[in-house]
């Protein structure tokens, strides 16, 4: 419990910039650590965790609330997320913030993505929602899921069937995916067989970090199979257009980014390398270093309004 507990007092600590919400909940969740394979094929042999989660609930009374559920980018918390739990409070949500790598002993996976898959995050979301749905505050028909670049995998592919199939809770499934500068670069079998719910992808045109290409190519793909899916594109704007911490543009030298990489699932959950048609690795030569992060106000709040509308409209009673 040792690792849930430096989880908790990072999550208290990003709170305690402003409080937009009556109750603050602590909540140990049991997961566990997969890598790409084990994720694609249901293989849950990985490594047993115990992840923290922080749940801000808005209002008082015992009436049952929608809520989202905040998956980090690979920086993990910061103060962007804050903004963003605040910011969903203001409008009745309650928001549940999971925080992957803490527990893990992870810091951040800026520079050597692979010490944690970013499809394990999506069990680490579905776990969030089991952990939600039985909360006597949140309606568990209404609860949204929302990610940043390394959680946008979670966020958008736990709207996959297989997934939901493989992770979802009985009787559960997110009511709304909301991505933010989305990796897209990977295909997975069958990722246009999703649900009903919408899926809403949110992109900077400026991105050379997490390159908006392979989103527009996945949407319409999404579209074409008949789903609820949009990508809506801020023209000159770059990665984490966000984080207000970033006002002037930042280069991460050893940030690593798969920005010229082709991958896709093949046999057996492998997802290899299309150029090479070998197992994929963050070796690849196809794997950059050196991308941009930085703050574009006008795409933040053109994002911020059109989050805050959907959420409004989709978990309305």
């Known amino acids: 419990m040792k690792a849930f507990a430096s989880a908790l007092a990072l ?3 990003a709170s305690a910039m402003g409080q937009t919400f009556v109750r603050m909940e602590a909540h140990p969740i049991e997961t566990v650590t997969l ?3 084990q994720v694609l094929t249901g293989d849950m042999g990985g490594k047993r965790t115990v992840i923290a989660g922080q749940l ?32 969903l409070n203001s409008i009745g949500l309650a928001v549940f913030v999971i925080d992957s790598f803490s527990g893990r002993g992870i810091l951040n996976t800026i520079n050597d993505q692979s010490q944690l898959d970013s499809l394990s ?51 559960v499934t997110f009511a709304a995916h909301i991505g933010l500068f989305t990796p897209c670069n990977v295909r997975y079998r069958d990722d246009e067989d999703v649900t009903v ?7 900077g045109t400026a991105d050379d970090y997490v390159p908006i ?20 594109e801020y023209p000159g704007a770059h990665h984490s257009y966000d984080n207000f911490t970033r006002a002037a543009p930042l280069k991460l030298p050893q940030g690593q980014t798969t920005r010229n990489c082709v991958i896709q699932e093949s046999d057996n959950g492998r997802v290899v390398n299309t150029k090479t048609n070998q197992l994929f690795s963050y070796k690849d030569p196809c794997v950059e270093v050196g991308p941009q992060i930085a703050y574009d106000p006008k795409a933040y709040e053109a994002t911020l309004a059109e989050v805050k509308g959907l959420l409004s409209k989709t978990l309305a009673k």
């Open 11 to 13: 999550l208290t600590a």
């Open 197 to 203: 719910k919408p899926i809403r992808l949110f992109h």
């Open 56 to 87: 801000r609930i808005p209002k008082p009374g015992d009436d049952r609330l929608p809520a989202v559920i905040i998956v980090h980018s690979s920086g993990g918390i910061n103060a962007s997320t804050n903004r963003w739990a605040d910011e």
């Open 213 to 232: 290409a392979p989103c527009r190519a996945y949407v319409e793909r999404l579209k074409k199979a008949g789903a609820d899916a949009s990508l809506t």
């Open 35 to 37: 890598d790409t394979q």
């Open 121 to 171: 995050m999506m069990v680490d979301a579905y776990r969030a929602l089991s952990l939600l749905a039985k909360h006597s505050r949140i309606d568990s028909s209404r609860i949204a899921v929302m990610g940043f670049s390394k959680g946008a995998v979670a966020a958008v592919y736990s709207s996959n069937r297989r997934f939901v199939k493989l992770y979802a809770p009985a009787d």
